[in-house]
């Protein structure tokens, strides 16, 4: 059976624009609190894939978006790596023994028996295949390399990334290595996810704004294409979105083999048109504090459509959705981005 949004993800015509959100299996929605206090803390909800499941299908029938993201972590991967991680409350993901030099980095453990130990995620997604509809399509993710060595290096999460970066400057060397170690893994991981029943897979470069343009290729984007490289290479029919956040100023220099480019909030979608709508299929962009108004919500989606009214464009979030935004708004949002695209097919 055709799924729309990864038709749209193929640049196919669709009868309306779909729509997801980022963090769409979260804190905004009182069903997912309760089945997260169920399961106890956030690493539990991970490892458990009967709870993740459950969370990732909740936002098909609560709001109605065209496709499910699974639920996980991007912390996962060096998190089963050997990295010992908590979440702590107020506070974040941390690691209590960051990388800092050559030796730490080889007592992780790399490839494919990193891989292999994430069968919890694989579990999930089997779950989620078994419920979702068949018309409906579920998106894989992991983090990109820089993006997860950002945590690896720093030791959780950072405004400044003064470790990593002093690390580009001193030893990029050891940074590199890093990068290609966790990029290994992710190939094997999103390879994994895929034969578990996943339809797109989205890389997610949370922290592409840490890096100057001039360094931005040689330290982050190059991974995420190897990684779409390999994936194409195996699965050519597999869509493939990657969301670097915050780069209006790398946009001439995106190249690569993949599919949708997902446009964060602080990028024009009529500057991403003109310089990557002709290769690309493009997502996004709202910002999400507009959600808390439906007023808001409503002249930046009729803006985004009329800028994307000949297609090649998935409605989405620029970041990810707000805990306290009213699931009211986040279901005025789907709704009107699925009636104010319709057209002819």
Known sequence: MNKIFVDACLGKETPYTPVWMMRQAGRYLPEYMAVRAEAGNFLNLCHNPEKACEVTLQPMDIVGVDAAILFSDILVIPDEMGMDLSFVKGEGPKFSDPISSQEDLDKLIGGKEASDKLIYVYDTIKLIREQLADDKALIGFAGSPWTLATYMIEGQGTKTYNLCKKMMYSNPELLHNILAKVTEIVKLYMERQIE???????????????????????????????????????????????????????????????????????????????????????????????????????????????????????????????????????KYFVKLCQEVSKREV
């Open 196 to 330: 578990s029943g996943i339809d797109v897979v989205q890389i997610f470069d949370s922290w592409a704004t840490a890096i100057e343009p001039s360094k931005y290729d040689e330290f982050s984007w190059k991974y995420m294409i190897e990684i779409s490289d390999y994936l194409k290479s195996k699965y050519p029919n597999i869509p493939i979105i990657l969301f670097p956040k915050g780069v209006p100023a790398f946009l001439d220099k995106v190249y690569g083999n993949f599919d949708v480019f997902g446009v964060d909030w602080s990028t024009p979608m009529e500057l991403a048109k003109e310089k990557l709508g002709d290769k690309y299929v493009l997502q996004g962009n709202m910002e999400p504090c507009r959600l808390y108004s439906k007023e808001a919500t409503k002249e930046c989606v009729e803006s985004l459509a009329n800028t994307m009214k000949d297609g090649r464009h998935i409605f989405n979030l620029g970041h990810g959705i707000l805990p306290d935004v009213p699931v009211e708004n986040a």
